[in-house]
């Protein structure tokens, strides 16, 4: 099940930054995202399962400012230094931007 939603997670990506739905430069939209300042929109999410050998955490997120619909995925994190302060069912928010082609949490903090 994991496989699938990360699987339907990278063809949702693909799909939203396809050149057909931004007719601009697609990269430099992607970049825009990656240097969104702090105070950009912080996604409510789910720590489902946390993997620190893989540098991983799957979580259950709302819907992201990029157009992907609420679902359970697999994100990288910037820092894996980060995987030592989630665990499984604990509530976060977090920013999340595509870094070379994976989804990266890059910001996060713990909701209480
Ligand atoms: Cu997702």
Do not use: Y
Not at 66 to 80: I, L, Q
Request: include cysteine; hydrophobic fraction near 45%; charged fraction near 20%.
């Amino acid at each position: 099940m994991k496989i699938a939603f990360s699987t339907a997670c990278l063809i949702l990506t693909a799909a939203f930054s396809a050149p057909g739905f931004a007719a601009d430069d697609h990269a430099g939209h992607g970049a825009m995202h990656a240097t969104a300042p702090a105070t950009a929109a912080m996604i409510d999410g789910l720590v489902k399962k946390v993997d620190k050998p893989s540098g991983k955490v799957t979580v259950s997120h709302g819907p992201l400012p990029n157009g992907m619909p609420a679902m359970t995925m697999v994100f990288r994190v910037k820092d894996t230094a980060w995987l030592d302060q989630m665990k499984d069912g604990d509530k976060i928010r977090f920013t999340a931007a595509d870094v070379n082609g994976a989804m990266t949490l890059v910001h996060f903090e713990k909701t209480k």
